[in-house]
Nanobody
């Protein structure tokens, strides 16, 4: 069973906003690089954002730059993904996971190298 719990997904209209939360009870997220991943219907899981634990640097997929923001909570056990200006193509299930050194976005690794996935949270953007 995965240690990650994602929440905050919902049905929103195009142009709307959401805040997704990633938690891992009993696990200190602050000690790890945490990535957010998007899986659109019928497509492979892809990285959308990541926050490094070493220097706080952040990474974004080109498709979400300027619209999504990743941040850590004040309690060291939550990572958020703020989704703004949502588009229908943002529809899908969003997952969080540890991604050492944010390899998926910083070094173009496939998200398939990660193994510990939670249930995800569904975001549906209507046009």
């Amino acid at each position: 069973q995965s240690q990650f719990v994602e929440s905050g997904g919902d049905l929103v209209q195009s142009g709307g906003s959401l805040r997704l939360s990633c938690a891992a009870p009993g696990f200190t997220l602050d000690d790890h690089a945490i990535g957010w991943f998007h899986q659109a219907p019928g497509k492979e899981r892809e990285g959308v954002s990541c926050i490094n634990n070493r220097d706080g640097s952040t990474y974004y997929a080109d498709s979400v730059k300027g619209r999504f923001t990743i941040s850590r909570g004040n309690t060291k056990d939550t990572v958020y993904l703020h989704l703004n200006s949502l588009k229908p193509e943002d529809t899908g299930v969003y997952y969080c996971a540890t991604d050492p050194f944010c390899r998926v976005l910083s070094s173009h690794w496939s998200a398939g190298y990660l193994e510990d996935w939670g249930q995800g949270t569904l975001v549906t953007v209507s046009s």
